[in-house]
RNA sequence: GGCGCAGUAGUUCAGUUGGUUAGAAUGCCAGCCUGUCACGCUGGAGGUCGUGGGUUCGAGUCCCAUCUGCGUCGCCA
């Protein structure tokens, strides 16, 4: 083929010289006597000339009838266009390639929609086509740039000498956490592989075996439902170090984070990045993921409240709940109907209500706490709360999860409203000491926040069994402007400690044995202290990428139900293929019914044998005539074998024969044979006048 | 599973208090055009208004159900 350079890459320097080009039409611009075409692969567009005086008369034929999206290979020369011909807004818009010759590698049928004009098309019918949808730049130079990322992660773990090694996928169903994707095994019916929610037993196998530092690009499978944010399988980025300590693991994702900022946005990153403990996070921010490109911290006044003569602050102090308040500089001029909407989106978090006060760049106070408090507990009050005149505050009084989430919730709204999250910025952080511990009142039982296998601060080992709530962690988040990227943890390499994380989750004994005994045996034989991390790629690419949704930084993703658009997975199997690995549909579901309509039906699409194998098995060769013959008659018995299952033989009496007659013979007829030929006519090899009948053992 | 939004030509959309033959742009087809670059000009084809019911003399428009997609809550150690 030749192609002499993409597309994007033809320059000045190519001037003069013979090229030849391929790529997809993506315009024509048919003038009569000259046609123009861009020709675009992924590097760019390139014109490409069709001209009378220049080319011949079969391939100007071909550039007139040649529809958009076609593929093309164009051979000419590369021209210097004229001075007022330029078009400054391609790379190449100062040369065209002038075509002597062209061939139609691969012709294109009636678009469902034109990638070259398709930012706004539907995205269901954009998905159906995917493969057309990423030939958009946008979405093209998305998973381009994924790779630029993955790239740069490549070449940092190398140099800091980690070694990538590749983990089963299918594994060992791990219960806790999120559900599983589980997959049937043929050669043990009724038990399963699950597809891995993370590496993590693996890793930390690794570090047993002294593999020192390992990391994957891992793919992880979780299944639960979907979210813009949110596919059931997902792209992490897996590490685990040994002896190491919690430090040495946040230096290195400091480390790790600035390099990919730099290399691939070319953004200096601050450092050392911001670390807040979990508690903190949660009181000044409302949130174990704080997008810190913006102020507005919120203040806790609850010791003042609890003096307060306003009985709404003073009943929450007293019942030991807290009050915070958000101060919002500058905005004491909010409308009532923005201050009506703020306060019902409190509400909506599960507030009771939100007290305001609009501080007025002249001194007045307006607010309904002017009724209840006295000017100089308003003073105070506005002290605390470090505002100044023309400053807006905002009060939340309640228990104190639900003032953690209506403070949390309210910050990230003000912040939208006053367009403070700056999409220019990156805000790294990294959340510590979170609680070892979280209490589900529908299990009625402690869960690990992290992971079991997280080992927990050594001054609070006394507390797991007597008080779980007070046992903080060695783990950590890594949080990007408001959304957690991904978190890690030092390992418990103890069995000692391990088997009592598990007994204050309340994990018997046989069930941790069967769960992780073969995690537990391996810390037997010589475990080094270790600690890892993980963070999701796609989520990381998407963020910097600056796109809302997954789905644009994912070749080929999954919709909300989980389902591919474009392979229509997942599917129905055949009945056979369940049977092999003994799984029968529930009775009445409706797949169960849409296989037994499939299945009886003499329409089937696929027959449930293979002619040519069964060719191959009897050494048989069939003409086609015969072939179809055999296929119909096959298909004919199956369907009588299915239809006669479906007969309904329950009391049916036994059949008897009223004649007497036995021994009835049929009459001798002699029937012309058959000459030799015709007889091995059909035989799969003959020599000689002989059939050759292979050996029994091959 | 709950709540919200959307579905009209191949595509993107408009369509008034329910009222004649449902429009535009773009794409497609045919014709014209030798320097365009979102080329231009002329003409043409293209619609079960997601689907099914209902109200009405009359439904793209109102009501009910349902399907599909998206967002969100539940869920996601």
């Known amino acids: 083929m030749k192609r002499t350079n993409y597309c994007g890459l033809f320059s000045e320097k190519d001037v003069g010289g013979e090229a030849c080009a391929c790529g997809w039409v993506e315009t024509k611009r048919d003038m009569g006597g000259v046609i123009f075409i861009d020709l675009v692969d992924r590097e760019g567009t390139l014109q490409v000339v069709f001209n009378p005086m220049l080319t011949d008369k079969a391939t100007f034929a071909l550039a007139e009838r040649v529809r958009n999206q076609s593929v093309l290979l164009t051979r000419g020369i590369i021209a210097l266009r004229d001075e007022e011909t330029i078009n400054p807004k391609i790379a190449t818009g100062t040369v065209e390639l002038r075509v002597r010759e062209a061939e139609l590698l691969s012709p294109c049928d009636d678009l469902p929609f034109n990638p070259a004009d398709a930012d706004d098309v539907n995205e269901e019918l954009r998905l159906r086509y995917r493969f057309l949808d990423l030939r958009r730049p946008i979405l093209r130079n998305n998973i381009r740039f994924r790779h630029r990322i993955v790239s740069s992660i490549r070449r940092f773990m190398d140099e800091q000498g980690f070694v990538d090694v590749e983990t089963p996928m299918l594994t060992k169903s791990t219960p806790e956490g ?58 992490q980025l897996d590490l685990e170090m040994s002896f190491v300590e919690q430090e040495d693991v946040l230096l290195l994702l400091e480390e790790l984070f600035s390099y990919l900022m730099q290399d691939v946005m070319n953004i200096t990153l601050k450092r050392p990045f911001r670390r807040l403990a979990w508690q903190e996070a949660m009181d000044t921010y409302g949130s174990d993921k704080p997008d810190l490109r913006f102020g507005l911290p919120i203040v806790d006044i609850t010791s003042y409240a609890s003096t307060s003569s306003f009985t709404v602050f003073k009943k929450a102090a007293e019942e030991g709940g807290v009050v915070r308040a958000i101060t919002v500089p500058g905005k004491a001029d909010f409308t009532r109907a923005t201050i009506e909407h703020l306060t019902e989106f409190a509400i909506s978090q599960g507030a009771g209500g939100m007290a305001w006060i609009a501080w007025r760049p002249d001194g007045e106070v307006y607010s309904i706490l002017s009724k209840f408090i006295s000017q100089e507990n308003m003073d105070e009050l506005l002290r605390l709360v470090g505002a100044k005149p023309g400053d807006f505050v905002l009060f939340s009084a309640d228990k104190l999860n639900v003032s953690r989430r209506v403070t ?77 990227l991904g978190s890690g943890s030092i390992r418990i390499h103890r069995s000692d400690i391990q088997k009592k994380v598990f007994e204050a989750l309340g994990l018997e004994e046989d069930e941790i044995n069967s769960r992780f005994g073969f995690l537990l045996n391996a810390f037997r034989y010589g475990a080094p202290p270790h600690g890892g991390f993980a963070f999701g790629l796609d989520r990381l690419v998407m963020l910097l990428a600056g796109e809302d949704s997954l789905r644009d930084v994912i070749a080929f993703p999954k919709i909300r139900d989980a389902s591919c658009l474009l392979t229509d997975a997942p599917s ?107 007889l091995l006519f059909n035989t799969a090899e003959t020599r000689d006048g002989f059939i050759v009948v292979p050996p029994v053992v091959e």
Not at 209 to 233: K, M, V
Not at 457 to 474: G, H, I, N, T
Not at 586 to 607: C, F, L, M, N, V
Request: aromatic share 8%; charged share 25%.
């Open 572 to 678: 129905l199997v055949d009945p056979a293929q369940l049977a092999v690995l003994g799984i029968q549909l529930e009775k009445g579901s409706d797949a169960a019914q849409t296989i037994d309509k499939t299945s009886s039906s003499p329409k089937r699409k696929t027959p449930v044998f293979n002619l040519a194998e069964l060719e191959a098995q009897t050494r048989l060769s069939l003409t086609q005539d015969e072939e179809r013959l055999v296929h119909h008659r096959l298909t004919q018995l199956i369907d009588l074998a299915e239809n006669m299952q479906t007969v309904d033989t329950e009391g049916v009496p036994m059949t008897i024969s009223p004649s007497d007659e036995k021994g009835v013979y049929l009459t001798p007829e002699t029937i012309p044979g058959a000459s030799r030929d015709q």
């Open 178 to 235: 999120a559900r599983d994707y589980l997959v049937p095994s043929r050669v043990h019916p009724g038990s399963f592989y699950a597809l891995p929610q993370s590496p993590q037993i693996f890793k930390q196998l690794l570090m047993v075996s002294g593999f020192d530092r390992y990391y994957q690009i891992a793919r992880c499978f979780r299944d639960e439902d979907l979210r813009a944010d949110r596919q059931p399988e997902f792209t």
């Open 408 to 484: 949390g919730a309210l910050r990230l709204k003000l912040g939208d409203m006053l367009a403070l999250r700056d999409s220019s910025k990156y805000a790294f952080c990294m959340i510590t000491d979170c609680p070892m511990f979280e209490y589900r009142e529908e299990d009625r039982r402690w869960v690990a926040q992290h992971h079991p296998f997280t080992m927990p601060y050594e001054e609070d080992f006394p507390y797991l069994l007597s008080d779980p709530a007070r046992v903080r962690s060695q783990s950590y988040d890594v949080v990007l402007n408001g959304t957690e």
